[in-house]
Nanobody, 126 residues
């Protein structure tokens, strides 16, 4: 059973930076997972995809974060990261790490992700 645990959330002022980390356990290597990604859910809004990469390293970003966020992974340490720069109040949300063990056309839909973390809060003040 794959388990995902997020860390690195917190409170920053607009224009600041944060790095979120997702630790994966229960899987021999995160490279064996087809796809990993980050989602977020702001108060009163639906959960949305933020960034993802597939096993080939192809990445995908939501338009709202392009140029500001970067997704990366460290296979040796079984971790995935989301580097967030130039944060805006609109980025305030709970951020979730997710993984898919099955192939879907990339980027996969949310329902394709079969493993989820508990979430970490990111708050950006103006």
């Amino acid at each position: 059973q794959v388990q995902l645990v997020e860390s690195g959330g917190g409170s920053v002022q607009a224009g600041g930076s944060l790095r979120l980390a997702c630790s994966a356990t229960g899987v021999s290597a995160i490279g064996n997972l087809y796809c990993m990604g980050w989602f977020r859910q702001a108060p009163g809004k639906e959960r949305e995809g933020v960034a993802a990469f597939d096993s080939d390293g192809t990445t995908s970003y939501a338009d709202s974060v392009k140029g500001r966020f970067t997704i990366s992974k460290d296979n040796a340490n079984e971790k995935m990261y989301l580097h967030m720069n130039n944060l805006e109040p609109e980025d305030t949300a709970i951020y979730y790490c997710a993984a898919s063990s099955a192939w879907y056309s990339f980027p996969p839909p949310e329902y394709a992700y079969n493993y989820w973390g508990q979430g970490t809060q990111v708050t950006v003040s103006s």
